[in-house]
C-alpha cells in the first residue's frame, strides 16, 4: 500500500516525547514490511527548527519523510504542507496524528475532498481533565467546529489502549470504527548490569501530568528516586523542593545505552500519570525486566495487571514499600513484562495489525468497534 502519514513533528523533535517516536516506530515497521510510506510534517522544533532540507524528502529507516516549515508554529500552520496535500489522492490510505492542530485539519480536508479513507490518532489528547486545565474555551469551540466534523468523516479512530478509548467517549465526539491498537517497540538486549537496592525510576517528560509531585510524596524511606526527562515547562526547580530531605536524583534527558542501563538497574520503574493513553515508557523498562508500579491512568496498566507484569495503584507508598521489599515478586514480574513485550508489543506485531485496519478501511469494512 501507499501510505502518508501526517504528524505535526518528528525526528529530530525529540522534544515531544513518545508520539514522535511512536509514530514512527510504526512507519519503520510498515516500510519494512514493503509498504511505501510517506509522513508530511514541519520542521518546528520548541522555539526553532530541526536542520533538515525543505525542498527534498529525507528517507529515515525505509520511511519518506517530507518537511514544510511553518509560519504559525503554535498550531503547525504550512502553505507549503497544504499545497503538497493537493496530492494526497495519490495514496491509499492516510493517518493522522492529532487534534486541536492545523495538519490534521487540512489532512482531513484534503482526505475528504479526494476521497481518501483516513484514520485519526487523538494520541492521548482527548481527555476532558486535559481539555478543561488548558485553553479549555478554545479547545471546546475547536472540538464542536472543526474535530467534529474531521471524526465524522474518518474510516476510523485509532486509540493505542482501551482506556484512551474510554476518555474520548467522555467527550461525546462522533468516534466512527474505532481500532484499538499498541504502540510497540524494537526489542533491545538488556544490559548486563547490576539491579540497585531500593531504587525507583521514573522516564519520560517532566510534565504536570505526570504526577511526580505525588511520586516523591509516596517515596518510601530509604528508597532513591531517579528521575530522567526533558523539562519543557521548568517544572523541575519546585519538584527539588518538594523532594529535600529525601534521596531524590534529576538526570536530565537520558537517551540510548544510558537509558537502557537506567532502566536495568531500577528496582522499579513507576509511573503515577494523571493521564496516559499508552505509556511507551512502561514498554521500555518491562523489556529491561523491570517491574512497573502504575496509576489506573495509564493506558497500559489493566494489560500490566493482567499480565502480572506489574502493579495497577492508587496508594503508591505501598505499592513500592511491597515490591522493594520482596526481591522475589520483583524478578516474577519482571520476567512476566519481558514477557509480554516480546509476545504483543514488538512493531512487526504492532504493524501487522495496523496493516489489517489500513486494508479495512481502504475497502471500507471496518467494524463498528474493534
Not at 46 to 70: C, E, I, M, Q
Not at 81 to 110: C, N
Request: charged share 20%; hydrophobic share 45%.
Amino acid at each position: 500500500m501507499r501510505i502518508l502519514h501526517v504528524v505535526p513533528t518528528y525526528f529530530p523533535a525529540t522534544r515531544y516525547g513518545g508520539p514522535i517516536v511512536a509514530v514512527h516506530g510504526l512507519c519503520k515497521a510498515l516500510a519494512a514490511r514493503g509498504h511505501e510510506v510517506h509522513v508530511f510534517t514541519t520542521n518546528v522544533d520548541g522555539p526553532g527548527v530541526s536542520d533538515v532540507p525543505l525542498d527534498r524528502p529525507v528517507v529515515l529507516d525505509g520511511v519518506n519523510v517530507h518537511y514544510f516549515a511553518s509560519f504559525f508554529p503554535r498550531l503547525y500552520v504550512s502553505p507549503e504542507m497544504k499545497k503538497a496535500l493537493a496530492d494526497i489522492g495519490s495514496f491509499e490510505v492516510a493517518h493522522l496524528h492529532s487534534v486541536f492542530l492545523w495538519p490534521t485539519m487540512a489532512a482531513a480536508g484534503a482526505a475528504k475532498k479526494a476521497g481518501v479513507p483516513y484514520l485519526i490518532a487523538p494520541r492521548g489528547m482527548l481527555v476532558r481533565e486535559l481539555i478543561r486545565r488548558k485553553s479549555r474555551f478554545v479547545k471546546t469551540a475547536w472540538l464542536q467546529l472543526i474535530e467534529r466534523r474531521n471524526f465524522k468523516h474518518a474510516a476510523a479512530v485509532h486509540f493505542t489502549s482501551h482506556r484512551e478509548l474510554t476518555d474520548a467517549q467522555q467527550i461525546r465526539m462522533p468516534l466512527p470504527h474505532p481500532a484499538i491498537v499498541p504502540n510497540g517497540i524494537d526489542l533491545v538486549e538488556k544490559p548486563k548490569v547490576a539491579r540497585d537496592a531500593n531504587t525507583v525510576v521514573f522516564l519520560g517528560r517532566i510534565n504536570w501530568k505526570k504526577g511526580l509531585d505525588r511520586l516523591i510524596e509516596a517515596l518510601p524511606d530509604g528508597a532513591r528516586l531517579e528521575i530522567a526527562g526533558n523539562d519543557e515547562e521548568n517544572l523541575t526547580p519546585r519538584l527539588r523542593a518538594l523532594a529535600a530531605g529525601k534521596d531524590v536524583v534529576f538526570h536530565g534527558p537520558v537517551y540510548g545505552a544510558a537509558k537502557w542501563e537506567l532502566l536495568t538497574r531500577a528496582s522499579v520503574f513507576a509511573l503515577p500519570s494523571l493521564s496516559e493513553n499508552f505509556g511507551n515508557a512502561v514498554v521500555e523498562a518491562m523489556m529491561m525486566e523491570t517491574p512497573v508500579v502504575l496509576s489506573p491512568e495509564v493506558g497500559l496498566a489493566e494489560h500490566v495487571a493482567f499480565a502480572n507484569a506489574g502493579l495497577m495503584a492508587d496508594d503508591f507508598r505501598s505499592a513500592l514499600t511491597t515490591l522493594l521489599a520482596d526481591a522475589g515478586l520483583r524478578a516474577e514480574l519482571g520476567r512476566n513484562g519481558g514477557a509480554l513485550v516480546e509476545r504483543e508489543l514488538t512493531w512487526p506485531r504492532v504493524a501487522e495489525q495496523m496493516e489489517e485496519v489500513y486494508a479495512r478501511c481502504s475497502k471500507g469494512t471496518m467494524p463498528v468497534s474493534s
